[in-house]
């Protein structure tokens, strides 16, 4: 979740209150080969590459009862599930199905934020076809998505976009959720701050580390020491630990940058091992690409040391970075710049920016992050 929107001190104007919907298909990618193959129905079933270097793209429901993760190592996630099935990719599949999904979501509203081919966000605060209640239109929007394409859907329902998606996981898989307004500041207050979206493993490992474990011990700092230890994210911090968002949801978003990074459990110091720690992140901004036909000028590598000091270097070319080995060429290189580095490395970021439409090569699929 970007943490970018601004906020006033004062407080958030008074609006009217929004009715937002969060739908998220359940194990979209792996859902899909299970409907489609009977034969890898209720058994662990992982989308992506086997191979050494290989990446779990999405795992059904079985296998992540074994611990299996998108973005998990292939190796990683075989040794945790002997019994993991692979299977490849079929990017135009899925693609297709997103955009099914996406014109039953229009039948109820024009005001439609896609995340990624499996999850969006709904303003439903006016909708086409005059349900009153959101929670209403979302069960019509899931039995829909279900009779249609065969797939489960869950959604989150509530006031404004970050409670929405809080509430889409909270009845994972097959199910959906409402926070009202009077739930809000409860929900939040009793939820870790590993839990809340948008804060990652090194956030969370900061606030703990303040002694901040809760959405309530949040609530309980002032703005000016949110803002002193988080930056212009602590304002945003400070807002929804009381359950407030004033986002918006964006019809059409246009991205501008994609990027994908790693926080690792032990702090890594050679140029090898981080170099080799690249190659994952390369392969999902690799995926985004290739789904969307886009392609970027800049290359940027985020280093976070492990006393949370943060480098970035960053490299723009005249032509966009057209393939995945570019890409890996680029982030390497970058690595390279920086080398020897003064301090252990807790975590690695690879983004591509000054994204652009590639039309000859907007056919080409792959997974958006």
Not at 48 to 59: I, L, T
Not at 93 to 106: D, H, N, P
Not at 119 to 132: C, F, G, K, R
Not at 329 to 354: D, E, F, H, N
Request: aromatic share 8%; with cysteine; hydrophobic share 40%.
């Amino acid at each position: 979740m970007e943490a970018d929107v601004p906020l006033n001190q004062e407080g958030p104007a008074a609006a009217r209150q929004r009715k937002i919907i969060h739908i998220d298909m359940d194990a979209f990618y792996a859902s899909v080969e299970q409907r489609d193959n009977p034969e890898l129905r209720d058994k662990p079933v992982a989308v992506g590459g086997s191979r050494e270097r290989g990446v779990v793209a999405a795992a059904s429901y079985e296998a992540r009862r074994f611990g299996v993760r998108s973005a998990m190592p292939s190796v990683t996630a075989k040794r945790q599930c002997p019994d993991l099935i692979f299977v490849k990719p079929r990017f135009e599949v899925y693609k297709a199905i997103s955009q099914q999904i996406r014109e039953i979501f229009a039948e109820h509203t024009p005001i439609i934020e896609p995340l990624s081919l499996d999850e969006a966000y709904l303003d439903v605060t006016e909708n086409l076809q005059s349900i009153p209640l959101a929670r209403d239109i979302a069960l019509a929007i899931r039995a829909k998505i279900k009779t249609e394409t065969g797939l489960n859907a869950s959604a989150g329902i509530s006031y404004n976009k970050f409670l929405a998606k809080l509430a889409s996981d909270h009845r994972k898989p097959n199910g959906q959720y409402v926070i009202s307004p009077e739930m809000g500041p409860a929900f939040v207050e009793t939820l870790p701050v590993g839990k809340f979206h948008g804060i990652g493993p090194a956030t969370a490992a900061k606030f703990n580390a303040l002694g901040i474990r809760t959405g309530l011990d949040i609530r309980n700092q002032t703005l000016a020491f949110l803002e002193a230890n988080f930056g212009k994210s602590g304002t945003y911090y400070y807002w929804i630990s009381r359950g407030i968002d004033e986002r918006p949801v964006r019809a059409n978003r246009i991205r501008k940058s994609v990027g994908a990074e790693n926080t690792f459990f032990e702090d890594l110091n050679d140029f090898a091992t981080m170099a080799t720690a690249l190659t994952p992140l390369v392969d999902k901004v690799s995926r985004h690409c290739e789904t969307t036909g886009n392609r970027g000028r800049t290359v940027t590598l985020k280093i976070k040391f492990f006393d949370f000091e943060i480098m970035s270097r960053s490299r723009s070319t005249e032509v966009p970075v057209g393939t995945r080995d570019d890409l890996n060429r680029a982030a390497i290189q970058l690595l390279k710049s920086v080398m020897p580095l003064p301090k252990p490395v807790r975590l690695l970021g690879v983004s591509l920016s000054s994204l652009q439409r590639n039309d000859d090569e907007a056919e080409q699929l792959g997974l958006q992050i």
